[in-house]
C-alpha cells in the first residue's frame, strides 16, 4: 500500500466532532492582566462545567456531556480524568448518531447475520496488522472493545427500539451483565474463532428476547472494535464510505458562517472567530438574510436553502442580509465558493515592518497561497517580521502541512511519523528548501483548537527555535488516519477485484507524529513559549514580541501603494 500522496485529512469525524462544538479559549483573567507564563482559569468556571458534564452523565444526555467535556478540556487542560471522559462521551455519541442514522439502519437490515460475521472476522484480520500500534490491536483487544459497545447499545432505548422486541428489563440486565462478565473471559486470536463466538453470542440473545435483525448485534460490534482502539479510529459503513468520492453538501461552514432557519426566514446563526467571513465580511450573529443567491428565503427550508447554495452566482454566494431593525437597509455579502486558506493578510496592530497572515487550513493551494501573501507583504508594505496565526486551524492535509513549514525552514526534520509498517515507520519528513525559505522573524499564534497538520507546523518551528509560540497548549491530535477499505461483502469483476462497496472501511490510525527533537504530539500538544489564555491578548503579546524581533531582519525594498488599497490596511485588532 502506497502511503506518500495519499495521507488524508487528518481531522477525522471524531476530531471534527470535538472541535466543532468547542467555543473560544477561555480568558484566565482580565483581558490584559494575565502574565506570560502563568495563564490561570477561573475555577468556578471549570467546576461549573464540570458539574455540567458530571449531571449530563448521570441524566443520560450525551450530547450535551460531550459538549460540556470540550469545554472543560479547553479550561482544565491539566485533569487526568477530563480526555478519557471526553472520548468515553465521543462514542456514546457516535452510537446515539449510528442509530438514528437512516443510511446505516438500512445497511444493518440488509446485511444477513453471516455477512456480518465475515465482515467482523476482516477487521479482526487487518486492523491488528495495520494500527499503528500492534499491541494495543491484539484481537483479543479488539473483542473486549467491542463487547463494551454492544453492552452499551442493548442498555439505550434507540438499539432496542429499532433491532429487538419482548426485551424485559430483566433479560437485558441478564445479556448486559454476561456481556460484561462472561464474553471477555473467552480467548479469540483469529476470524475463525471470532465465527464460533459470534454465533454463540448471537444465539444466547435470541434465547432472552427477539432479535429482529441479528447481523445489527455484530454490526454494533464491529463499531466497538474499531472505535475502542482511539477517538479518532472509527467503522465506517458503506453510504459513508462512498461519500469520500462526493462532492460535499454546500454550506458555509467553511467560510465560518453558520445558517439557522427560524420562523420561516434564514439567519446567521454565528460566525466563528477568527474565519474568513469574520475577516472580510460584515456579517453577524443574528443578521437576517433576506435573499440566497438570488432566492428569497421569506419561506426558506432546509432543502430549499441546499438548492439555493448549490447555484452560487459567479463563484460567489451571495447573501442580502438586513443587519439591525426590519427596517434597517440590506447590505450585499459575497462569499467565494473556492475558500482561500491563507487570509486576514496585512500589518498587525498598525505597526509598521510588522505583518499578519492567518492560515485557517491546510490544503494542497497553501503553500503557494503563503508565498504570495508574504510576497505582498514585504513589497507593499515593507514588512520585516511575521505573526503567523493557526489559532482554530484543525489541520487539514498532512503533506500540505508539511509543504507549508518547508517555507520557513531551510533544512531539517519537520516531523517523523511512528507505526507498524515501512511506509510510516520511523520516517523523518524534512525540508530541503535552503535559501529559497522565507527569512522573516516569526510569532506563530497557537490555542486549544490548533490541531493535526497545524501542530506539526507548531511543533517544528518551536523546536528549531525558528518561531516564538504564544497562545494557549494546542489540541494534540499527533496522529494519522488512513482509509483502510474492506471488501469481504463485495462483488468481483473477472479478475477477482472488489467492484462496488458493500462492506464499507474503517478510518485507521496508522502511525504517530513526533517532533523534531522526538516529542510525541498526540495526547500532548505542543506547549507555547508564552502562555496566555484571552485572544485579544495572544495577539498584543504577538505583535510586542515582533517589534522585539524587528531589529533582527533587513529593511525590503517598498512598493508605493494607494492608501485606498484593501491591503494598505493595518489588521484590526481582533480574536
Avoid at 110 to 120: E, G, P, R, V
Avoid at 345 to 357: E, F, P, R
Avoid at 461 to 483: E, S, V
Amino acid at each position: 500500500m502506497t502511503v506518500r500522496g495519499r495521507f488524508h485529512r487528518a481531522g477525522t469525524t471524531a476530531v471534527t466532532l470535538l472541535l466543532v462544538v468547542m467555543p473560544a479559549p477561555l480568558a484566565g483573567e482580565e483581558p490584559g492582566k494575565s502574565r506570560p507564563g502563568r495563564p490561570v482559569v477561573a475555577q468556578p468556571v471549570v467546576a461549573q462545567l464540570r458539574l455540567q458534564a458530571e449531571t449530563a452523565e448521570r441524566n443520560g444526555d450525551w450530547e450535551a456531556a460531550f459538549a460540556a467535556y470540550c469545554q472543560l478540556q479547553v479550561a482544565d487542560r491539566g485533569a487526568p480524568d477530563v480526555r478519557d471522559k471526553l472520548n468515553a462521551a465521543l462514542r456514546r455519541v457516535q452510537q446515539l448518531r449510528r442509530h438514528s442514522d437512516p443510511q446505516y439502519l438500512h445497511f444493518v437490515q440488509t446485511t444477513t447475520l453471516a455477512d456480518a460475521i465475515k465482515l467482523f472476522g476482516e477487521v479482526l484480520t487487518k486492523v491488528p496488522a495495520l494500527y499503528v500500534d500492534r499491541d494495543r490491536a491484539r484481537p483479543q483487544i479488539l473483542w473486549e472493545h467491542a463487547l463494551e459497545e454492544l453492552a452499551r447499545a442493548v442498555g439505550g432505548v434507540a438499539f432496542r427500539q429499532a433491532f429487538l422486541d419482548g426485551a424485559s428489563a430483566d433479560a437485558v440486565e441478564r445479556f448486559s451483565t454476561s456481556l460484561r462478565v462472561y464474553w471477555p473471559k473467552q480467548t479469540i486470536t483469529s476470524a475463525a474463532d471470532a465465527r464460533v463466538l459470534l454465533r454463540k453470542l448471537v444465539a444466547e440473545a435470541q434465547s432472552l428476547f427477539t432479535v429482529r435483525t441479528p447481523s445489527a448485534l455484530v454490526l454494533e460490534l464491529i463499531c466497538g472494535a474499531c472505535g475502542g482502539l482511539d477517538e479518532y479510529t472509527v467503522y465506517l459503513n458503506p453510504s459513508e464510505w462512498s461519500t469520500e468520492s462526493l462532492p460535499a453538501p454546500a454550506d458555509l461552514t467553511a467560510l465560518g458562517v453558520y445558517l439557522r432557519h427560524s420562523d420561516g426566514g434564514l439567519i446567521i446563526a454565528g460566525v466563528a472567530p477568527g474565519s474568513w467571513a469574520a475577516f472580510h465580511t460584515p456579517l453577524r450573529r443574528g443578521d437576517r438574510v433576506i435573499r440566497l443567491n438570488g432566492r428569497s428565503t421569506e419561506t426558506a427550508s432546509p432543502s430549499l436553502t441546499a438548492e439555493a447554495l448549490c447555484n452560487p452566482i459567479d463563484g460567489f454566494h451571495e447573501l442580502e442580509v438586513a443587519v439591525g431593525e426590519p427596517d434597517s437597509p440590506s447590505v450585499l455579502v459575497r462569499l467565494p465558493t473556492q475558500v482561500p486558506s491563507v487570509y486576514g493578510i496585512g500589518t498587525a496592530g498598525g505597526k509598521d515592518g510588522v505583518g499578519y497572515v492567518r492560515i485557517g487550513l491546510f490544503t494542497a493551494s497553501t503553500a503557494r497561497e503563503l508565498d504570495e501573501a508574504i510576497a505582498t507583504l514585504r513589497s507593499t508594505h515593507g514588512v520585516r517580521v511575521l505573526v503567523l496565526d493557526v489559532r482554530g486551524n484543525m489541520g487539514g492535509s498532512f503533506l500540505a502541512g508539511v509543504e507549508a513549514t518547508k517555507r520557513f525552514l531551510p533544512a531539517g526534520v519537520i516531523v517523523t511519523t511512528r507505526g507498524q509498517f515501512a511506509q510510516v515507520d520511523n520516517r523523518p519528513f524534512s525540508s530541503d528548501s535552503g535559501p529559497t525559505a522565507h527569512d522573516l522573524p516569526l510569532v506563530l499564534l497557537v490555542d486549544a483548537e490548533t490541531a493535526s497538520a497545524a501542530e506539526v507546523m507548531a511543533a517544528a518551528l518551536k523546536d528549531h527555535n525558528r518561531a516564538t509560540l504564544i497562545g494557549m497548549p494546542t489540541f494534540g491530535k499527533g496522529a494519522i488516519q488512513y482509509p483502510v477499505r474492506l471488501d469481504s461483502l463485495d462483488d468481483r469483476d473477472a479478475r477477482g477485484r472488489p467492484k462496488t462497496n458493500k462492506s464499507g472501511g474503517v478510518r485507521l490510525t496508522i502511525a504517530r507524529l513526533f517532533s523534531p527533537r522526538g516529542t510525541a504530539i498526540n495526547g500532548v500538544g505542543v506547549t507555547p513559549d508564552i502562555l496566555e489564555a484571552d485572544p485579544r491578548r495572544q495577539l498584543e503579546l504577538a505583535v510586542d514580541k515582533a517589534i522585539e524581533l524587528l531589529p533582527l531582519s533587513p529593511i525590503p525594498p517598498v512598493s508605493p501603494v494607494s492608501p485606498m488599497s484593501p491591503t494598505s490596511r493595518p489588521l484590526p485588532m481582533m480574536p
